[in-house]
């Protein structure tokens, strides 16, 4: 890096975001530094296929693990378990739905793409500062290297959760604990084929589980899916929900591991990898704003992260948020105008990323709520129960006063039944 202190862009953090933005700016032309604070990008999940507009082909050298052709929704109590499972081999051939694979294997690529590209990746370094000019504004990032002021005509913050970057520049409020939440995860390994046997699977196809009613009296959900030969399974958990629980986060992905409709698909596997961070799932409402002056932000830096219980996102929406920061950037060089950032926004509005977010502002709310958490579990797994029951000797009611006397039971009012699922037509229609 003390061959070049300056350049037209610098992007902190070489995770998905930041190295989109990074390939964007090489690919127009622009000298752009590529900061990683970890010994390669990646170093400290399922994905979707956004990356098409920017590396068509990608998923011909992608490292990817599987590409998932089965997808299933699972409601469950410490006994019973209720599965959704939806199965597509359209989702097996290009251009793909989906995939699983290793955040280091598929951040040190995305990066590698950007170096091809023109970037200068720089590793092992800290941005600790914005540098600004006496009008305030971001002219550059400081690190932790002996002379390491690197000045550039934009900084592009990619740095995470509880961006250090946003917050010095004001962008960022006081961190609210009910906006986030805590993914812990082990990486099990088993043999390829007894992957395959347990799940139902062929080749390269894989599976993606999503479990709601699997963390007690914490609000938030469950996973599982498979890798090669590994499959990946835990838990994310509101952070004010584990405060009050007085639980650790293993002790709440242990009980799933061992819950009667999980246990079977990891028996003999050996743990390989635990990894635990930081989601940050307020959505829509609690992204703050998106630029200063000379300064963009994309990423989980900006909450970028769909948190929607059907649709359970984040890196394709940082991929998303970083190609339009990297666009917008390089717009505002070529133009020789540094006040040209409002055209991120707007260029956020007109894809996916704040369009998904803005129509599903709704829906944290809705999935954290305790109906859908704890009691709706319950009342459709004991309602499938009642339903599947055949030793019971007395004529069979009809499924309306089944499900009316299920709910009863479990405390729902059909009033209140009502209004969530009108609710949820308003969130997810």
């Not at 242990?254 to 990891?266: G, N, R, S, T």
């Not at 059907?310 to 990297?326: D, K, Q, R, T």
Request: proline share 6%.
């Amino acid at each position: 890096m003390a061959e070049q202190s300056s350049a037209d862009a610098v992007v902190v953090g070489a995770g998905p975001a930041g190295s989109a933005a990074a390939l964007e700016l090489a690919r127009a032309g622009r000298s752009v530094i590529l900061l990683e604070r970890g010994p390669f990008p990646g170093a400290k999940n399922v994905y979707g296929g956004v990356l098409d507009e920017v590396l068509p082909g990608w998923w011909e050298d992608v490292p990817v693990q599987r590409w998932v052709t089965r997808r299933s929704t699972m409601m469950m109590t410490p006994t019973q378990a209720l599965t959704v499972d939806f199965r597509t081999q359209d989702w097996g051939s290009a251009p793909y739905n989906g995939m699983t694979t290793y955040r280091a294997d598929f951040d040190t690529w995305l990066a590698g793409k950007a170096v091809d590209a023109g970037a200068q990746l720089v590793t092992s370094t800290v941005a600790t500062e914005l540098l600004r000019d006496p009008s305030g504004r971001v002219v550059g990032v400081r690190t932790d290297r002996p002379d390491g002021d690197i000045r550039a005509q934009f900084v592009v913050a990619c740095d995470g959760v509880n961006s250090f970057l946003a917050k010095q520049a004001g962008l960022l409020p006081r961190t609210n604990p009910e906006h986030q939440t805590l993914g812990v995860k082990e990486t099990l390994s088993l043999p390829r084929r007894t992957i395959e046997e347990r799940f139902g699977l062929n080749g390269d196809d894989g599976a993606d589980f999503e479990i709601v009613g699997c963390t007690g009296e914490i609000p938030g959900g469950g996973f599982l899916y498979t890798n090669r030969d590994t499959v990946s399974v835990g838990v994310v958990l509101s952070l004010t929900g584990l405060a009050k629980s007085g639980r650790r986060p293993e002790e709440v992905l242990a009980d799933l591991k061992a819950h009667p409709a999980i246990a079977p698909y990891l028996r003999g596997a050996e743990l390989k990898e635990y990894s635990a961070h930081l989601i940050p799932e307020g959505g829509y409402r609690s992204m703050p704003p998106l630029t200063a002056d000379g300064l963009l932000v994309a990423g989980d830096a900006a909450a970028m992260c769909l948190a929607a219980g059907i649709w359970l996102e984040g890196v394709n929406f940082a991929i998303g948020s970083g190609l339009a920061a990297g666009r917008t950037a390089a717009e505002a060089i070529a133009a020789g105008d540094p006040t040209r950032l409002a055209g991120y926004r707007k260029r956020l509005a007109d894809n996916f990323v704040l369009t998904d977010h803005k129509n599903l502002q709704g829906a944290p709310h809705l999935v954290l709520s305790d109906r859908v958490q704890r009691q709706y579990p319950r009342l459709l797994c004991d309602f499938a129960q009642e339903v599947f029951t055949v030793r019971n000797p007395k004529p069979k009611p009809g499924l309306g006063k089944l499900f009316r006397r299920t709910a009863a039971r479990h405390g729902v009012r059909l009033r209140q039944l009502a209004a969530d699922a009108w609710a949820g037509f308003r969130v997810f229609g």
